[in-house]
């Protein structure tokens, strides 16, 4: 690539990608729902059927002064007066992404605003919303494309060369993802972040069910991703010329928002040296890329399974607490080092059983409660920093994840367990196939 067209891309990335605000400290979420039928498990239709997802919401939206939209691509989708919409993904997974809030208990009490009352509401529905990494019951032939825009198709098209896991990753996942600012310190949160995605992985593991069977590993959403396309997902990062290494990054992936006319998808970047760096689909290939932390004005954690709104607190407390508290961000560079590809492997199949991981676990959950505490009561109200204490005590400190309680014990038939819910604090029962 000659040199004018890469600094011309790479200026782009530190204009808009990787460019700090003038605000700080806010934070933000996307968190996914999976829908099924209560009584049956089976997922749940979009729109044509009598437990269809799109017209309960209408219902619901209309009670709720909820405005109907369609997004850019031509989907359904409901703007929210608190802020914030709600969208489908291609599977018909349900996500609700809030604006940018001042603190986590603001951003808690607008999650906590929006998602509680739609889960019980669907429920009263026979619509359960499942917050769970990854379908339990249904294998990913009973989870169609429910969303077939061009984008999609050729998303759809490209990800089932590389193999089966990118139609799971696209209809079956479900994630709960943390949008932070760049602010101060740029470049040391980015290493943060990008050492700090397994351990979210590992502590944060809620899906270790597929298919209505033990999948083996803590978090089979995050093992999905491990195998989509290793040329646009894991750790981008590089303690020295940290854009550019993002830009070799974004370039060596395959485009899949352009075709050569023998259909094919060239790297995004052969492409730009015969076609020229025009920003519009160079912008939509950045949309494409799904590394663990994204740089997109603001840094996106990507690295959580989707949880219960009892537990939203923990990953907020973790991610703010080590991001915006300069003396735990550094005690965390220290803790954690680089980087690193293998362990973020293992995190989805191991867990906190990883040696590594389960060890350092507890001491980084440490630094970051000691972070919200000097980050101040009007920033993370001590009730919610209550609650992340008690999700790190019943899981993190026995060295634990959610996933422990989702598994069905012995003897159970392999799925019977409370996926409904998506949270242990209930009890165990059974959803009839």
Request: glycine share 8%; hydrophobic share 40%; net charge negative.
């Amino acid at each position: 690539m000659n040199g004018s067209l890469r600094s011309a891309l790479l200026g782009d990335l530190e204009r808009h990608a990787f460019a700090a605000g003038a605000i700080d400290r806010r934070v933000g979420a996307e968190t996914e729902l999976i829908p099924v039928e209560s009584e049956t498990g089976r997922r749940c239709p979009l729109d044509d059927g009598p437990l269809a997802l799109l017209p309960f919401l209408r219902r619901w939206g209309s009670r709720q002064g909820w405005t109907e939209d369609l997004t850019a691509k031509g989907a359904p989708c409901f703007l929210l007066p608190e802020g914030g919409d709600l969208t489908f993904e291609p599977g018909g997974q349900l996500e609700y992404s809030s604006p940018p809030c001042r603190s986590p208990s603001a951003l808690l009490a607008l999650l906590r605003g929006v998602v509680t009352p739609l889960r019980t509401a669907a429920e009263s529905e026979g619509i359960t919303l499942l917050a769970i990494g990854l379908d339990p019951v249904n294998g990913v032939e009973q989870a169609p494309l429910v969303l077939r825009s061009e984008r999609y198709l050729r998303m759809a098209e490209y990800l089932a060369r590389c193999g089966p896991a990118g139609a799971r990753m696209m209809r079956q996942t479900a994630s709960l993802q943390i949008n932070l600012d760049i602010g101060a310190e740029p470049w040391l949160r980015w290493r943060v972040l990008n050492a700090a995605a397994p351990y979210f992985v590992a502590i944060f593991a809620n899906s270790p069910l597929s298919a209505g069977a033990d999948a083996g590993c803590a978090s089979a959403r995050a093992q999905v991703w491990r195998a989509v396309d290793p040329e646009r997902t894991g750790l981008p990062w590089r303690a020295h010329d940290p854009v550019g290494r993002y830009l070799d990054f974004a370039l060596d992936a395959p485009a899949l928002v352009v075709r050569t006319p023998a259909d094919e998808h060239p790297r995004f970047g052969d492409w730009a040296v015969r076609c020229g760096a025009a920003l519009e689909p160079w912008h939509e290939h950045l949309t494409t890329l799904f590394p663990e932390v994204r740089p997109r004005g603001h840094f996106e954690l990507r690295s959580t399974d989707a949880l219960a709104p009892d537990w939203y607190a923990a990953p907020l407390a973790l991610a703010t607490g080590l991001i915006y508290d300069p003396p735990s961000l550094h005690a965390a560079a220290d803790l954690l080092g680089e980087p690193d590809t293998e362990l973020l492997d293992r995190a989805g199949r191991l867990g906190l059983r990883d040696h590594t991981i389960g060890r350092t676990a507890p001491d980084l959950t440490t630094i970051a409660l000691e972070g919200c505490e000097r980050l101040g009561a009007g920033y993370f109200h001590p009730a919610d920093l209550d609650e992340a204490r008690a999700f790190f005590e019943r899981f993190t400190w026995c060295g634990r994840s959610p996933a422990d309680e989702l598994r069905p014990p012995r003897g159970m038939p392999s799925w019977r367990t409370n996926v409904r819910s998506g949270s242990a604090p209930h009890p165990l029962h059974t959803v009839p196939m």
